[in-house]
């Protein structure tokens, strides 16, 4: 499994972008980007997944370098609720079920 | 539509019982996974069941524990003999089809063990 390597935590105030960056430096050619945010208490939700270049849902965009080593979330305007973990993961169509969260990035977004 | 569903949300037991963990799926995904969570980490894979059959039992940390799913829909995770050391989130999870893809989470059972 390629291993991820991420921020512990961040801070942010409302209304900021907010960009978070993985690196997975041993990424494999069949290996998806997904990105889970995590609220306390709860089970991860999905929020956006990308093989190479940009993706943008309602939610974050993902960027991702030509040579896939690395990947950026970006949270356009943070609110208070977008306080969470934010978990970078990557795997292959194979395997790829098995989900290798790691430890995750603590934001913390305030006034 | 109805997300996952988990039950108990708690559960607390004495070292050495035996507890049942049971998670209800969204309609109609074929995929269903167990994960474990202790504080501080993220969450880790336990098992992976395609239909009624698991297909990857590899995140099973011993043979104490156990699942089933033998109707292709309800899973329970069985636990036998707990330490403490099991103590923590048990979260399942269910896809319509397995991969690298979305996951619906339920909320979690948190089982401590005393």
């Known amino acids: 499994l390629a291993k991820t390597t991420q921020p512990i935590s961040m801070d942010s105030y409302e209304g900021q972008e907010v960009n978070i960056t993985c690196s997975h430096n041993?990424?494999?050619?069949?290996?998806?980007i997904t990105w889970y945010q995590q609220f306390p208490s709860q089970g991860p939700r999905f929020i956006i997944q990308?093989?190479?270049t940009k993706v943008t849902n309602e939610v974050a965009s993902l960027f991702i370098p030509a040579d896939r080593k690395s990947s950026t979330l970006s949270l356009p305007r943070v609110s208070l609720s977008d306080t969470a973990v934010y978990y970078c993961?990557?795997?292959?169509?194979?395997?790829?079920?098995?989900?290798?969260f790691g430890k995750g990035t603590s934001l913390l977004v305030t006034p | 539509g109805a997300g996952v569903s988990q039950t108990p949300s708690n559960k607390v037991t004495e070292k050495g019982k035996y507890v049942e963990l049971r998670c209800d799926p969204i309609s109609g995904h074929t995929a269903l996974y167990w994960y474990r969570q202790s504080l501080g980490q993220g969450p880790e894979f336990l098992i992976y069941f395609q239909g009624t059959g698991a297909a990857d039992d590899s995140g099973l940390p011993n043979d104490r524990f156990f699942a089933v799913r033998p109707e292709g829909s309800v899973s329970t995770l069985k636990i036998q003999r707990t330490e403490r050391g099991d103590s923590a989130v048990y979260l399942c999870?269910?896809?319509?089809?397995?991969?690298?893809?979305?996951?619906?989470f339920g909320p979690g059972t948190r089982l401590t063990v005393t």
């Open positions: 993961l990557v795997g292959d169509t194979n395997s790829g079920y098995a989900l290798n």
């Open positions: 041993n990424i494999a050619t069949n290996d998806y």
């Open positions: 990308g093989y190479k």
């Open positions: 999870a269910s896809s319509p089809n397995a991969g690298p893809y979305e996951q619906y």
